[in-house]
């Protein structure tokens, strides 16, 4: 044990040592979180503020966009300043707490999806009893339940996985710490726990999809037998960004589960960690503004209260 080296950093490797194209990957990441934090940000106010999108539905969207917020908050910031500044480390305590945090988020918006899906299902397919059932209280306590199932997941996963030191090696092939990355470099134990802990993960995320998809099911076969187009198309608004934001959430998550660990640096491994990290909070705030006709005529309703107000500003 006296020969061993225990790491107390770790080295973030970059695709390319070309100085001009880590700036080039830093102003590209820059632009890509500019723009989710913007959506995102933009999609909570529109909520927040305009009284007609006070309902169950838009309350559970704001928390989502919120959290994608916070999830792209965690990771590309140090990105951005790693490829600008050209430095590669990151130390043990920020590679945990970033692992947390990115896990405390993915889990609750797994658990806030399903909370969506039997939101629209009781909407769509029991309207009747959906006034009885859903109450704020309700929307209340299964946010809460949310962040606290995840709070404990993510600390039995990142406890599990940094509960020996690192002795390998402390190079991580990717721009973040990324779980399969630390997990590859962990001891023994540790990857024999955290498979245990990662398979029982990946049952429940898949009893989560299989709900929510048996109620998207439903929901849509009632749908079409509505009488009445204009109550087809409103409910078809209202579910096909949830449902479009459910496969964008299932692809990034089996993207990052599936496609195997990098053994070094290349532009495929980039792209797909792109993919599950940043593209879902860059794209839901522009599926919901796009394919959901309230929030954007809160969005009109926004810009014009905007406008006017910096019309008269300029004309005072």
Known sequence: MDNLTIFT???????????????????????????????????????????RLHSPMYFF?????????????????KAVVNSMTGRKT?????????????????????????VMSYDRYLAICHPLHYGLIITPSLCSQATAGSWASALVY????????????FTKTN??????????QILGISA?????????????????VLICHVFIFIS?????????????????????????PQLAIVLLFLTSGSVAVLVPTAKEPSLSNLLTAMFY???????????????????????QRMFNRCSQFLFKGFLD
């Not at 190079?171 to 399969?180: G, L």
């Not at 802990?197 to 049952?203: D, H, K, M, Y």
């Not at 849509?220 to 037998?225: D, G, Y």
């Open 9 to 51: 950093e770790f080295l973030l490797m970059d695709v390319t040592g070309s100085r001009e194209l880590q700036v080039l990957q830093g102003v590209l990441f820059l632009v890509i979180y500019l723009g989710a934090l913007t959506g995102n940000l933009v999609t909570v106010t529109v909520i927040v503020t305009d009284t």
């Open 61 to 77: 969207i704001s928390n989502v966009a919120l959290i994608d917020l916070c999830s792209i908050l965690v990771v590309v910031p």
């Open 90 to 114: 990151i130390s043990l305590t920020g590679c945990a707490a970033q692992i947390f945090l990115y896990t405390v988020f993915a889990a609750v918006e797994i658990a806030l999806l399903v």
């Open 154 to 165: 993510s600390a039995i996963h990142t406890g599990a996985l940094f509960r020996l030191p």
């Open 171 to 180: 190079v991580i092939q990717q721009y973040f710490c990324d779980i399969p």
């Open 188 to 204: 023994s134990d540790v990857q024999y726990s955290e498979y245990v802990i990662l398979a029982l993960c990946v049952c429940i």
């Open 216 to 240: 998207y099911i439903n929901m849509f076969s009632t749908v079409l037998k509505f009488q009445s187009v204009e109550a087809r198309n409103k409910a078809i608004s209202t579910c096909t």
């Open 277 to 299: 990290t940043m593209v879902p909070p860059l794209v839901n705030p522009i599926i919901y503004c796009l394919r959901n006709r309230e929030i954007n005529a809160a969005l």
